[in-house]
């Protein structure tokens, strides 16, 4: 990514596992690293994943070490038959098994601990590569490895991510950081109501945005992230490109962000809700509850979301709410009229300041010519006014549940920011 920067340290992260190649499990170890890594001016060229075959090990190691300085191996360190990484690396590296009586009293005590016996595939944890700097673990049981050569490291970790995350942190990241001699930063605009083929037209060419920073594209079912990335001598120099390039960007889409780096769209809405003292109430239909779970994933939401009403059939949208019968039969539960009568009532039934309400067709059947699938109102009220919009939808049921309980939340928040 960052090529043209010669002063970046170049690292490779590689993953052993058959569990991990077969998709059996997710890489999250690769994920983390790298993100950290970064943040510490190190410039990841390559992640790889391989198998528990010694011969394709070495290969892929082989290669990394011709193309880098830094390599990560994470996996492969524990007590079962395929756990083979130390031994590949010490034979690759020339390097014999000794017992480590540190690691060892680490093991007997674990095993204390538990109350059991130490087993042999447990104790050979402590057999250590005689010439491997060790990496010793405090929050499991097998060590990690520092192995140098020609002027290289390598760096064998544990696979479980608890432990591998806690020797990274207290051996590998500190150093790095010491003695980088560049830095690496990373802005994500994170944007919702338009479509990535709707939204950089709005943008243009992004050549000028390439002045400064490179650019990725990252849509979603929930909008479309765009992550600025930038290197330079110093944190203040890669923090500058990252501004001058926000600069130039977001007066073109300022409508569309929601929210920078981690911050979740139900996070942006409690932040604005907190702000003016204000409270809230959901009636959701077809999202069954998805936007109530979302907003109380938020620590702290008790203090402005009231009351959430799940109102699935008529009857119910009848009862909890006050929508009429007359609304329900001439207009339908998919219904403009329907989806502003729910607003209202929650936010009459519930005493909050603002009413949220959905209601839609997510398929894959109950859709008609007139209202096909993905057909969606939300509306938004407060006791004075109150706003509905129309939204179309895809096929998938699921995917169509996420996107309107996006929409929902995205059209409180314009609403909050007076936007509507």
């Known amino acids: 990514m960052f090529e043209q920067n010669k002063e970046l340290m170049r690292a490779e992260i590689l993953t052993i596992g058959n569990e991990v190649v077969s998709g059996l499990i997710q890489d999250s170890n690769s994920q983390f690293l790298s993100s950290r890594l970064n943040s510490a001016g190190v410039n990841v060229r390559r992640m790889t994943s391989v198998g528990d075959d010694p ?40 390097h014999s098994l000794v017992m480590n009586d540190t690691v060892l009293r680490r093991l007997e005590s674990i095993m204390a601990s538990r109350g059991k016996a130490m087993t042999p595939g447990f104790r050979s944890q402590a057999e ?158 077809c999202t069954g509850g998805l936007i109530g779970h ?42 403009r009229e329907t989806a502003l009568e729910m607003a209202k009532g929650i936010c009459e039934r519930s005493g909050s300041d603002y009413g949220l309400a959905v209601t839609g067709i997510l398929g894959p059947g109950g859709g008609s010519e007139e209202k096909p699938v993905g057909l969606t109102f939300i509306a938004v009220a407060d006791s004075e006014t109150s706003h509905c919009e129309e939204f179309r939808f895809h096929q998938d049921r699921k995917i169509n549940k996420e996107r309107a309980a996006q929409a929902a939340l995205n059209l409180l928040r314009l609403r909050l920011l007076r936007v509507l």
């Open 55 to 94: 011969e394709d090990m070495v290969d892929a190691l082989n290669g990394a070490l011709e193309r880098v300085d830094l390599i990560l191996v994470t996996g492969g360190l524990g007590s079962t038959h395929d756990d083979l990484t130390k031994q590949v690396l010490a034979q690759r590296f020339g």
């Open 128 to 285: 250590v590569p005689d010439k491997a700097e060790i990496l010793h673990n405090a929050v499991g049981s097998a060590p990690g490895l520092l192995f140098q050569h020609d002027g290289k490291k390598v760096y064998a970790l544990p696979g479980v991510p608890k432990e591998m995350r806690h020797l990274y942190e207290k051996y590998i990241h500190p150093e790095l950081e010491a003695n980088s001699s560049g830095r690496i930063a990373h802005r994500l605009l994170r944007t919702t109501g338009l479509s990535e083929s709707e939204l950089w037209p709005l943008v243009g060419g992004v050549e000028e945005l390439e002045r400064w920073v490179s650019v990725a594209s990252l849509p979603s079912y929930e909008g479309v992230k765009i992550r600025l990335s930038a290197s330079g001598k110093n944190r203040e120099e890669t923090l500058s490109k990252i501004e001058q390039a926000e600069r130039w960007l977001v007066p073109k889409i300022e409508k569309y962000i929601f929210a920078r780096d981690d911050e979740l769209m139900e996070e942006v809405i409690g932040r604005l809700l907190l702000k003016e003292s204000k409270t809230l109430g959901l009636a959701e239909s």
């Open 294 to 335: 979302r907003l109380t994933q938020v620590p702290g939401s008790s203090a402005y979301f009231i009351q959430g009403a799940v109102v699935y059939s008529n009857e119910a949208k009848m009862r909890l709410l006050g929508v009429s019968e007359e609304t329900l039969r001439h207009f339908g539960a998919v219904s």
